[in-house]
Structure formats: structure tokens, C-alpha cells
């Protein structure tokens, strides 16, 4: 096997050597090169989610949204307005908002206490000569998007515009109310992987009949297509009295519009007995927005490649893929319910989790056991098979990212 750096030398080489169809060549998971472009490519550039409106609802409330090096305060103002600012202080340098959470009427820099307004504008700098112009001394504005109650943040000076995707994706998720619901809990789990694999493993079922009995007795997604397609045909009328969308923006094949985050919304169906994705089959909480019954279903949605979502009718789950380094990652989870769902009351949140805990357990392990086997000299990547395809346009996202930004 050849030194993982030098294999990289051209990234541009390797990138077109990949094989379509097959799984990514081993230095896109172990070379230091190959990350660090995935940090500045992706991660500095792709939307992230960094919140829920819910979490700051009241001017002066506040959350940080942290990636490995970079911390961004996401901040409701006196307006009213949701405003991302870098947590970098003008004067030299320090954190500025410590705490992950809170409220403020401005952030003060614990170092030499230059304090700044909620809209990042700079407050009083003590001792600072007149002749600076406090008017540039301001903290840096983050790029940042409220998307049916969803806050996302870009890193990148020049991101990708929301245009496209808010045609496309406000019809089918407007009836879900995501705007109306708060999160019911968060869970972070570490993996001992490169980031690629994890987004790789979500991306596809294929896994799911060994791996996920749990999944696999109520979803249909880990079947051949012709045997789920009668199943989708029976929810479809179901959906339609329901006022569940179920028109599908599918860009399978057709990556993301020029200069948008990639997209995607489609609707399947449970098995039978199945109203929503719980242990035996029963709902969990209230249903969501504008939803009148259960249909049975559940939607994939995809803001951006990093988020992925599903959304059942009684409630949602969004998923964040947050790298620490090349070899760690951490898969977080979270789970909104309807804004005025109270647990215990109308949900138990035992329950409420269970299935995609136990899921997100034995992925947690499937994803490190195909680690291990990527750092392998035998390692040579293997062909996809159909049900795969949205691993592959991960893939072909993905490498399109590093090709073209
Ligand atoms: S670094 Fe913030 S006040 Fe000095
Ligand atoms: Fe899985």
C-alpha cells in the first residue's frame, strides 16, 4: 500500500479515478490531506443545522453553534431577528460567549470586556483610543437561514443561496408545522469513523434487515423496491386525507440546482399496524402541524447533506453529522414533538426515542466495524447495489464539493 499522503498529492487525480458505482478509494477516509479539505470544503461551506427556533425565543436568548475549530452564537436581537455571529472578539481574539446556552442583554468578552450588542456591534471597548472606528469593531456576522423553525449556518463567505430549496421544500413541509414544535430531546453519539462513513451508513437500507430488526419490522425501506411500491400505493390515499405531502422532490440523478444546498423530500410507508415509528406500532405524541390522521408514513427530507431528517406524523427527528476529526465523529439526534406537547402528559419520552436510539446504537457499531475494515491494506472499494442510491449521490455530492468550490 502506498503512503496515504502521497496517494493524495493530486486530489484532483484521485477524484477522478474513482470508480462510479463503487464505494469511495481508502484516502478519502485516512488521509490527513483529504480531511482537511473536508473541513474547508464542506464544513466551512455546507448549511449546518445549529438550532430550533424554540431554543431562543425571547430577545437576548442565545445558543452556540460549535464545529471543531469554529464557535458561532446564534442570537435573537431586540427585532426579533435570529442573527449568527462569529464568537471571535474584535479586540484580540478570545471566545466571547462561554456558556452554550443563555441570555443576555450583550456579550461581554471575559478578557478585557470589549461588550457588544445582540446584533454583534461593538458596545464599549474600554481604553480604546478615539481615533478607531468602533463601528468596524464589530463581531463577524455567520451566514445564517431560519427554515421552518430550523436555524442553519454556513461558514462560508459566499454560501449557497436557500432560493431554489424554499420553492421546492415549503409545500411539502409547511402542513408538518416544524416552525410549532420543540425539541423533545437530544443525544449525542461518539464514533470512532471518518464522517463519510456515518452520513454513508444513514444514506442507505441495505443494512437494515441485519442490523436493525427493530427498524426493519416496521419500516419497509430495507425491501426490494417492487415489494415496497404496493405498500407506498395504499399510504398515498391514506396521505391525502390525512393532508400529509407526499409529492416527491427527488434529485436522485440530478444533483443539487447550480449555487443551492442539495434537497430532497419523499414519503414512505410502515407496515401494517404501524402508525408511526415506535416500538409497537402506537402513536407517540401529538400529531404535528397541520396533520389531521395518521397515514402511516414517514418522510425523508435533505437540507443540505449534513442534516437529514424524517419526519413521522406525530414527530420529527433531525439528525447532525459533526466530525471531531478524521477518525471521530459524533451522530447527534434530535427529537422535536408539537410546541405544546408536554412529556408525560402527552408523551413518554422512553418511548419517544426508543426506536432510533437502539438504531443509532447498533449503527454506532457497524459504523466502526467498517472503519476498521477501510484501514485495512486488503480494503479495495466494492461495487453498490440499487438499494444504495442515496449513498451514491451522497458520494457524487460529495466529491462534486471537493471538484467544484
Ligand atoms: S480579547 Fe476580548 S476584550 Fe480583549
Ligand atoms: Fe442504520
Same mark, same amino acid.
Given at each position: 500500500?502506498?503512503?496515504?499522503?502521497?496517494?493524495?498529492?493530486?486530489?484532483?487525480?484521485?477524484?477522478?479515478?474513482?470508480?462510479?458505482?463503487?464505494?469511495?478509494?481508502?484516502?478519502?477516509?485516512?488521509?490527513?490531506?483529504?480531511?482537511?479539505?473536508?473541513?474547508?470544503?464542506?464544513?466551512?461551506?455546507?448549511?449546518?443545522?445549529?438550532?430550533?427556533?424554540?431554543?431562543?425565543?425571547?430577545?437576548?436568548?442565545?445558543?452556540?453553534?460549535?464545529?471543531?475549530?469554529?464557535?458561532?452564537?446564534?442570537?435573537?436581537?431586540?427585532?426579533?431577528?435570529?442573527?449568527?455571529?462569529?464568537?471571535?472578539?474584535?479586540?484580540?481574539?478570545?471566545?466571547?460567549?462561554?456558556?452554550?446556552?443563555?441570555?443576555?442583554?450583550?456579550?461581554?468578552?471575559? =478578557?478585557?470586556?470589549?461588550?457588544?450588542?445582540?446584533?454583534?456591534?461593538?458596545?464599549?471597548?474600554?481604553?480604546?483610543?478615539?481615533?478607531?472606528?468602533?463601528?468596524?469593531? !464589530?463581531?463577524?456576522?455567520?451566514?445564517?437561514?431560519?427554515?421552518? !423553525?430550523?436555524?442553519? @449556518?454556513?461558514?462560508?463567505?459566499?454560501?449557497?443561496?436557500?432560493?431554489?430549496?424554499? @420553492?421546492?421544500?415549503?409545500?411539502?413541509?409547511?402542513?408538518?408545522?416544524?416552525?410549532?414544535?420543540?425539541?423533545?430531546?437530544?443525544?449525542? =453519539?461518539?464514533?470512532?469513523?471518518?464522517?463519510?462513513?456515518?452520513?454513508?451508513?444513514?444514506?442507505?437500507?441495505?443494512?437494515? %434487515?441485519?442490523?436493525?430488526?427493530?427498524?426493519?419490522?416496521?419500516?419497509?425501506?430495507?425491501?426490494?423496491?417492487?415489494?415496497?411500491?404496493?405498500?407506498?400505493?395504499?399510504?398515498?390515499?391514506?396521505?391525502?386525507?390525512?393532508?400529509?405531502?407526499?409529492?416527491?422532490?427527488?434529485?436522485?440523478?440530478?444533483?443539487?440546482?447550480? !449555487?443551492?444546498?442539495?434537497?430532497?423530500?419523499?414519503?414512505?410507508?410502515?407496515?401494517?399496524?404501524?402508525?408511526?415509528?415506535?416500538?409497537?406500532?402506537?402513536?407517540?405524541?401529538?400529531?404535528?402541524?397541520?396533520?389531521?390522521?395518521?397515514?402511516?408514513?414517514?418522510?425523508?427530507?435533505?437540507?443540505?447533506?449534513?442534516?437529514?431528517?424524517?419526519?413521522?406524523?406525530?414527530?420529527?427527528?433531525?439528525?447532525?453529522?459533526?466530525?471531531?476529526?478524521?477518525?471521530?465523529?459524533?451522530?447527534?439526534?434530535?427529537?422535536?414533538?408539537?410546541?405544546?406537547?408536554?412529556? !408525560?402528559?402527552?408523551?413518554?419520552? %422512553?418511548?419517544?426515542?426508543?426506536?432510533?436510539?437502539? %438504531?443509532?446504537?447498533?449503527?454506532?457499531?457497524?459504523?466502526?466495524?467498517?472503519?476498521?475494515?477501510?484501514?485495512?491494506?486488503?480494503?479495495?472499494?466494492?461495487?453498490?447495489?440499487?438499494?444504495?442510491?442515496?449513498?451514491?449521490?451522497?458520494?457524487?455530492?460529495?466529491?462534486? %464539493?471537493?471538484?467544484?468550490?
Amino acid at each position: 500500500m502506498k503512503d496515504q499522503e502521497s496517494q493524495v498529492a493530486d486530489i484532483g487525480s484521485l477524484i477522478a479515478a474513482q470508480k462510479a458505482g463503487y464505494a469511495l478509494a481508502q484516502p478519502f477516509y485516512l488521509s490527513d490531506a483529504i480531511f482537511a479539505q473536508d473541513v474547508d470544503r464542506v464544513f466551512y461551506q455546507e448549511w449546518q443545522l445549529a438550532g430550533h427556533v424554540s431554543e431562543i425565543p425571547d430577545a437576548g436568548d442565545y445558543i452556540l453553534f460549535e464545529m471543531m475549530r469554529e464557535s458561532v452564537i446564534v442570537v435573537r436581537g431586540d427585532d426579533g431577528k435570529v442573527r449568527a455571529l462569529a464568537n471571535v472578539c474584535r479586540h484580540r481574539g478570545s471566545r466571547v460567549c462561554i456558556e452554550p446556552r443563555g441570555n443576555t442583554k450583550r456579550f461581554t468578552c471575559p =478578557y478585557h470586556a470589549w461588550a457588544f450588542n445582540l446584533d454583534g456591534s461593538l458596545f464599549n471597548a474600554r481604553m480604546l483610543g478615539q481615533d478607531h472606528d468602533r463601528s468596524k469593531l !464589530g463581531l463577524k456576522s455567520v451566514a445564517v437561514e431560519v427554515f421552518h !423553525g430550523l436555524i442553519y @449556518v454556513s461558514l462560508s463567505d459566499a454560501p449557497a443561496s436557500f432560493d431554489h430549496l424554499r @420553492v421546492d421544500l415549503d409545500p411539502v413541509l409547511a402542513p408538518f408545522g416544524l416552525a410549532r414544535t420543540r425539541i423533545a430531546h437530544r443525544e449525542s =453519539y461518539p464514533v470512532q469513523a471518518n464522517w463519510k462513513l456515518l452520513v454513508e451508513n444513514y444514506n442507505e437500507c441495505y443494512h437494515c %434487515t441485519a442490523a436493525h430488526p427493530e427498524f426493519a419490522r416496521s419500516h419497509a425501506t430495507h425491501m426490494a423496491a417492487e415489494r415496497v411500491a404496493p405498500l407506498n400505493e395504499q399510504m398515498l390515499a391514506r396521505s391525502k386525507a390525512a393532508g400529509v405531502p407526499t409529492d416527491f422532490v427527488d434529485c436522485i440523478g440530478s444533483l443539487r440546482p447550480t !449555487g443551492s444546498p442539495d434537497y430532497a423530500y419523499n414519503r414512505y410507508s410502515l407496515f401494517d399496524g404501524y402508525f408511526t415509528g415506535s416500538e409497537d406500532g402506537a402513536p407517540l405524541a401529538p400529531l404535528l402541524g397541520d396533520i389531521t390522521a395518521y397515514d402511516s408514513g414517514a418522510s425523508d427530507v435533505y437540507v443540505g447533506i449534513l442534516n437529514p431528517m424524517l419526519i413521522y406524523c406525530d414527530h420529527a427527528l433531525i439528525y447532525r453529522f459533526v466530525p471531531v476529526d478524521k477518525d471521530t465523529s459524533i451522530q447527534e439526534i434530535i427529537w422535536l414533538v408539537h410546541e405544546d406537547a408536554q412529556e !408525560g402528559r402527552d408523551y413518554d419520552l %422512553t418511548r419517544l426515542k426508543w426506536l432510533w436510539d437502539v %438504531t443509532t446504537i447498533a449503527d454506532k457499531q457497524i459504523i466502526e466495524k467498517n472503519q476498521a475494515g477501510v484501514n485495512s491494506r486488503f480494503y479495495e472499494p466494492g461495487p453498490f447495489v440499487e438499494m444504495e442510491a442515496y449513498t451514491q449521490r451522497f458520494i457524487a455530492a460529495y466529491l462534486a %464539493t471537493l471538484t467544484t468550490n
